[in-house]
């Protein structure tokens, strides 16, 4: 099978940042998020070989504890876009299991590894650090699924405190991001902000490294 023939689907993939070395190899890449696609109602082709998913992580977030947020946490509003990518994931999954394994061979969830998504789907698969992949910044991200984990290059982070300091170095997510992942008019086309773009988006790092082990 020709990489031009295999379906990766990257749900509520934004940008693309996470399937982006797919995509760069010539596989399939349908990247269904909003507005263009709604995973609430997206239906999978047949044959998909692979999927990303990176629900939001708003009202899992342990930021929203906050008494100042604006919108009251909400699981069940969080749940329904889980659940939505849990059913485009089991319908390939189950396509396996009637036709044979020549179908999905891996998939992958992930949100914040301090969140409160890990209470409905239990104990993550893996958790890693952007730095563990080279990045350099700190931003503990949980993945659940079934694949093959990713090599860790791991790089401490205080080789990389002279960039922005100790004590700024979570933010630094912001100052490292690879500006060149946001496609021209995203920002306009979705009403995001840059910060909030990038603080979402995959660090290319580990988004080389998962698609190095999961060809």
Known sequence: MNNQDKIILDLCGGTGSWSKYYKDNGYDVRVITLPDYDVCSYEPPKNVYGILAAPPCTMFSIARNDKTAREPRD???????????????????????????????????ENPASGYLKRFLGKPAMIFEPYEYGEPYTKKTALWGEFKEPIKNVVKPREFEHNCGARDFVSCVEHFADLKQIPEGYLEKTGLSKRTVLRSMTPLGFAKAFYEANK
Not at 89 to 101: A, P, Q
């Open 75 to 109: 699981l069940r509003k969080g749940m329904e876009i889980v659940n939505a990518c849990l059913r485009i994931i089991h319908t390939c999954l189950y396509e396996n299991f009637r036709y044979g394994d020549n179908g999905l061979q891996f998939w992958a969830l």
